[in-house]
């Protein structure tokens, strides 16, 4: 089966520009997650959809990072201006639910490098 | 207080021993635990996860918890050099949502 997918997988980019992550959940999971990590700061949550719908964004650091959820097999965040402290990993997940016995899945991640 | 502490490491132990990663937790309404193996430059990989109290064993894997003490470890018996990964604890409450701590570097020496 296939897992959580990612692209791309590197991103390198200067600041300023907009940059956009995909994701594409496991087919049958109503749950999606985007998570942001870095040396200093670890694995972070930004937000999560349930049934293509956000339910929590608290952890977006702030209005130039947005995320959709247009159908249940694709998800965008978008950092629109890029700037250099955004360089991290960028993971999505996916789970069947948000239930407590429902473990997180996650994809490959994406690298990006804002100079 | 973080919400969920690890020791960073790194924890090294000699191949073929017991190697024990602890996580200790601040909401005592949490409801399961999970954790993740993560390479490093890969992604966080699920090992197994627990939500009673007690022990669960999974192959060389055991996870124990205490809810109690706020507490819970993975135990890697015969460690490989190939478990030499960062393990990443991480906790579920009622809002679904996993809080992860940052991890505890684990060195298997042969």
């Known amino acids: 089966d296939a897992g959580v997918i990612q692209s791309p997988r590197h991103e390198v980019t200067e600041m300023g520009q907009e940059v956009t992550l995909r994701c594409k959940p496991i087919?049958?999971?109503?749950?999606l997650f985007w998570y942001r990590q870095t040396m200093m700061r670890g694995l972070e949550l930004l937000i999560y959809f349930n049934n293509n719908v956000p339910i929590d964004d608290s952890g977006m650091p702030e209005d130039r990072f947005s995320a959709k959820m247009p159908n249940a097999s694709f998800s965008t965040l978008k950092i629109q201006p890029s700037e250099p402290r955004d360089s991290a990993v960028y993971f999505c997940?996916?789970?069947?639910?948000?239930?407590?016995?429902?473990?997180?899945?996650f994809g490959d991640g994406t690298r990006l490098s804002i100079l | 207080q973080k919400e969920v502490e690890q020791n960073s490491g790194p924890l090294s132990v000699p191949e073929g021993a017991i190697a024990s990663l602890n996580c200790t937790y601040s909401?005592?309404?949490?409801?399961?635990f999970f954790w993740y193996r993560q390479y490093s430059g890969k992604s966080p990989e699920l090992i197994m996860f627990i939500y009673s109290n007690g022990d669960k064993e999974d192959g060389r894997f055991t996870a124990q918890l205490n809810k109690a003490s706020q507490y819970v470890s993975l135990l890697i018996r015969d460690s490989q050099p190939s478990d030499s990964a960062t393990y990443l604890c991480?906790?579920?409450?009622?809002?679904?949502?996993?809080?992860f701590g940052q991890g505890t570097t684990l060195q298997v020496k042969p």
């Open positions: 997940a996916s789970s069947f639910n948000t239930g407590a016995l429902q473990p997180q899945h």
């Open positions: 909401d005592r309404g949490s409801q399961s």
């Open positions: 087919s049958g999971h109503n749950s």
């Open positions: 991480a906790v579920k409450g009622d809002t679904g949502k996993l809080i």
